[in-house]
């Protein structure tokens, strides 16, 4: 074996190690991001299993159109006041007062504790009434 042998062994080995330091890094870093969304994904089914709601009563007044539905977090994860969406008869619902044990001022939802929508400018009492928490669970009340 000459020297030109040894050297282009050694230019090859060279030249393996250099990739090899480039492709762990990225390698590295994919496999990060895959276990960080594994996490995130677990994180969420989690906090999902233990969201759960109660419609506990749904008010219309016809003589001023209100509509007030008031619901119950009876599950053991605190929602968002802002994540919790209300839906009449299909329709999103924008606009509407909340308040969380009688305080228009709170934006998170414990458990055990009652959150109220008021809703102005109802014209018909609405056939079905339904909330949905930003974890995607609902709960629906035909009236």
């Known amino acids: 074996m000459g ?3 040894s050297g282009s062994a050694a230019i090859l080995f060279v030249g393996l ?3 090899l330091s480039t492709i762990y890094p990225v390698m590295e870093t994919a496999n990060e991001r895959v276990t960080e969304a594994g996490e995130a994904r677990d994180d969420r089914a989690l906090a ?3 969201t759960a709601m109660n419609v506990t009563s749904v008010g219309y007044n016809a003589s ?4 007030v539905v008031n619901v119950t977090n009876t599950g053991s994860t605190t929602l968002s006041v802002d994540g919790t969406d209300l839906l009449l008869d299909g329709t999103y619902v924008a606009g509407a007062t909340t308040r969380v044990e009688d305080d228009s001022g709170r934006t998170i939802w414990v458990p055990g504790e009652q959150l109220q929508f008021e809703v102005t400018g109802v014209t018909a009492e ?4 339904k909330l949905v928490t930003e974890n995607g ?3 629906t009340e035909v009236l």
Do not use: K, Y
């Not at 001023?64 to 509509?67: A, G, I, K, S, W």
């Not at 609405?126 to 009434?129: E, I, Q």
């Open 3 to 5: 020297f030109s042998t």
């Open 17 to 19: 190690l250099v990739c």
């Open 48 to 50: 999902q299993a233990n």
């Open 64 to 67: 001023t159109d209100t509509l």
């Open 126 to 129: 609405p056939g079905r009434v």
């Open 137 to 139: 669970i609902a709960e």
